[in-house]
């Protein structure tokens, strides 16, 4: 495939789950040296493919410098506080999650990028959403305050295309699952921990109620998803705030039964805390036929599909670590 090396693409929160598995797929279309990766601290691998710049994405000015330094077209915005973390300090999960986005946007406007791509969730909607199925065009009255930012941004991200046409898109994910990296402070990071200690022999205690269903998704469908929603024809993009997408909709109990499949020791008890609340606000499912219809979204991986690849994928990382003596 042809490279386009046309794009500088600059990446925040890059360090996160998605980030580190995004930076990779977007430098397969646009070249390695075409991606520059920024975080508010060093990446944990010390040998790094990609450009790394230190960024707080509250600094509008190191924003701007790192834009005209690098000639950057688009931006990845990922750095946010999650739904769990940030009940523990809701004005500072704000200001980062809402001024982070608000100095993108307007760095989009003022260097007219090409486009912008930022993450809102399935923490828009709220108890008084439709639980099951949860339409694009729904109630949206979230109760964390991570949800609050999403429901804002969007609106901003949907203010900054109508009134200066900034090119700015958005997926609402649900939780996602990958085995490259682990997710921090979200309320669907249960999900990706539970194959870890399966994996590891340990037992695993679960923070939600084993019957708590979420939209899920596994993270090549996630990258997908991101790929082709930044790739698709400007004019076919006609939601602005953001696309509701989901790959499955699973509960603990579901998940671990089809782990057991592979590990059928594994321990599995369930003490639910705070995180439960959260979950039970959130619908259990997510009606995407918005995106399906506009740019062809399709999710490859159902539960069965998802959990026999995260096995081969983590057995392949442990025998490498044991090999490298790590383990
Ligand atoms: N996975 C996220 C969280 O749990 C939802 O967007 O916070």
Known sequence: MQKNTTQKILITGANGQLGSELADALAAKFGTDNIIITDISIPPNSVQKFKFEKLDVMDFDALVRLVKKYHISQIYHLAAILSAKGENNPKTAWKINMDGLLNVLEVARIFGLDKVFWPSSIAVFGPSSPKNLTPQHSITEPETNYGISKHAGELWCNYYFQKYGVDVRSLRYPGIIGYKSMPGGGTTDYAVEVFHKAVNNEPFICFLEKDMHLPMMFMPDAIKATLQLMDAKKENIK????????????????????????????????????????????????DDKVAKKEWNWKPDFTIKKMVKEMFVQLEIQKKELMKEGVL
């Open 239 to 286: 939601v602005r705030t953001s696309y509701n997408i989901q790959g499955m909709s699973f509960s603990p109990e579901a998940l671990i039964s089809e782990i057991k499949k592979y590990y059928p020791e594994l321990l599995a008890t369930y003490q639910p805390d705070f995180r439960q609340k959260i979950a039970e606000s959130w619908p259990a499912s997510i």
